[in-house]
């Protein structure tokens, strides 16, 4: 099974030349690439947090131990599973990364038993770096898209009409 992780775009530094603060980024797309789950002990913090962006978050994780777990989650759900890198700008300790996930769902996924479907997402992670650790990260995703992929929600035409024609007398 080959994996791919690459970095398209490094649109800019701000802050300095390329830094530990990117460095450590690099290295946790390595973690999922290599599915080296251990390395979250050498990058994250004891301290570190999980801090939600969505509505409500399936996963607010603290310490190294929850990002393992939630990293093992993805991919016992999608072993498959590729994280590509599409854009990445940095300011000082923070990383704001722009990525995508594909895989195929060969497994439970947030309960969602396998559905042999191949699924497409992007998202952005903030990352705030302390040293050569990662004390902070959140996340937002395009939860809606991938809960249609999986089957599991109609996809936005159905909805808006739902809700259109309920609003009606």
Avoid at 49 to 58: D, F, G, N, T, Y
Wanted: aromatic letters at 8%; charged letters at 25%.
């Amino acid at each position: 099974m080959r994996t791919a992780v690459r970095s398209v775009h490094r649109e800019r530094t701000l802050g300095g030349p390329m830094s530990d603060a990117n460095d450590v980024v690099d290295r946790f797309y390595t973690m999922w690439a290599e599915r080296d789950l251990d390395l979250a002990y050498e990058l994250f913090e004891p301290d570190f947090r999980a801090v939600p962006i969505a509505h409500e978050s399936r996963w607010q994780g603290q310490g190294p131990a929850s990002m393992r777990h939630h990293t093992l989650s993805w991919l016992l759900g999608m072993p498959d599973l590729r994280m590509t890198e599409l854009r990445r700008v940095r300011q000082a300790d923070t990383v704001v990364s722009h990525w995508e996930m594909a895989g195929i769902h060969k497994g439970d996924l947030y309960g969602v038993p396998a559905t042999g479907l191949r699924l497409r997402c992007e998202g952005v992670t903030w990352f705030v770096v302390r040293g050569e650790r990662i004390v902070e990260l959140r996340t937002s995703f395009d939860a809606l898209g991938f809960l249609q992929q999986l089957g599991v929600l109609p996809d936005s035409a159905a909805i808006l009409a739902s809700i259109a024609n309920s609003s009606r007398p």
